[in-house]
């Protein structure tokens, strides 16, 4: 079963490559097609899964239908390619661009990588340290922070046409356009983060019961990981437009032994509050502290602090011309 598990997942991969498809409407700003196959996916995966739990199908049954779900939006996609006449990803494949490009993703490629080890490390080193019931508190408070950030995903991928155009056309435009985005990420994430605080015990024990009410606790707690997390999803997008790939290595690094050494600490003293804890640490020290320090990222920190000044005075400012 163990190995049946590990192929499934391992082959789930093969459907990744279609992100490319979804990558050409970003670029033409076209997120509502990318959009309407998602939520398609999403109904057929729940429809899927709905059915299995009532059954009362095991883990292996599950992983079938993710690797059904991958399969499913691929060619939600590729119906797409066909019906809107793009064709020729493959056939127009050249070498001499790939290289230079992969020579350029391959910080980001790393970075990924290392923020999806020390994202994970903590449930790890949970089992090690404690028993596995503590996981799976630890796993429900993630999971149910993580939901929101579908939000910023989805507008720094919207958006990133953009503000590679407005870098090109005008710098002050192009500073200006950032600060609205920092500005609304802020907003929305300071408001998701205290509402989710003041009604984490709530949440937890409507979405998954009584039982799991441990878990409001990690809730409280990662719910403001997710707060620097969505700034960070900006950062990176523009760490990439001004060639500063990277240095996301370095800062992705720093995150990461941040995270496993507090762990170490806190875990056996404090339980899975203490890994909660040290993952809003990691990613404040990746996020924030890290660029601050490095002296060519420093002036974007700032701006994302002003961002909210910014955005209230240029809104005023159209108010004045307006009236």
Not at 172 to 185: K, T
Not at 274 to 299: E, K, N
Request: hydrophobic share 55%; proline share 3%.
């Amino acid at each position: 079963t163990r190995h049946t598990a590990v192929l499934l997942a391992a082959l789930g991969l093969f459907f990744h490559s279609t992100e490319v498809v979804q990558a050409y409407y970003q670029a033409q700003v076209r997120a509502k097609v990318i959009s309407i196959c998602i939520h398609a996916q999403l109904a057929f995966s729940t429809a899927l899964k709905l059915y299995a739990i009532a059954q009362g199908y095991g883990v292996l049954v599950f992983l079938w239908i993710m690797l059904a779900d991958k399969a499913f939006l691929s060619a939600l996609l590729f119906i797409t390619t066909r019906k809107e006449s793009i064709h020729g990803f493959i056939r127009q494949f050249d070498p001499k661009i790939a290289k230079p490009l992969f020579r350029a993703s391959w910080p980001m490629i790393f970075a990924g990588l290392v923020v999806v080890i020390y994202a994970r490390i903590d449930q790890v080193m949970i089992g090690l340290m404690l028993e596995s019931r503590a996981v799976g508190y630890y796993g429900v408070g993630v999971r149910l922070t993580e939901l929101w950030l579908i939000l910023p995903t989805v507008l720094s991928l919207s958006l990133f046409p953009a503000l590679a155009a407005a870098k090109q056309a005008n710098r002050d435009d192009y500073e200006n356009l950032l600060s609205h985005i920092y500005c609304a990420i802020i907003l929305t994430g300071l408001t998701v983060a205290i509402v989710g605080s003041l009604f984490s015990s709530q949440i937890v024990q409507w979405v998954f019961g009584a039982d799991y009410s441990p878990a409001s606790s990690v809730f409280n707690i990662r719910i403001w990981d997710t707060f620097f997390a969505a700034i960070g999803m900006i950062l990176v997008k523009w760490m990439h437009l001004e060639d500063l790939q990277s240095r996301l290595v370095w800062f992705s690094l720093i995150g990461a032994l941040t995270n496993v050494i507090l762990n170490f600490w806190w875990i056996p003293r404090y339980g899975i509050e203490g890994a909660a804890f040290a993952s809003v640490i990691a990613v404040f020290i990746a996020v924030i502290v890290g660029p601050l320090v490095y002296l060519p990222t420093r002036d974007h920190i700032i701006l994302i602090f002003q961002s909210p000044l910014t955005s209230l005075a240029d809104v005023l400012s159209r108010f004045k011309k307006d009236t």
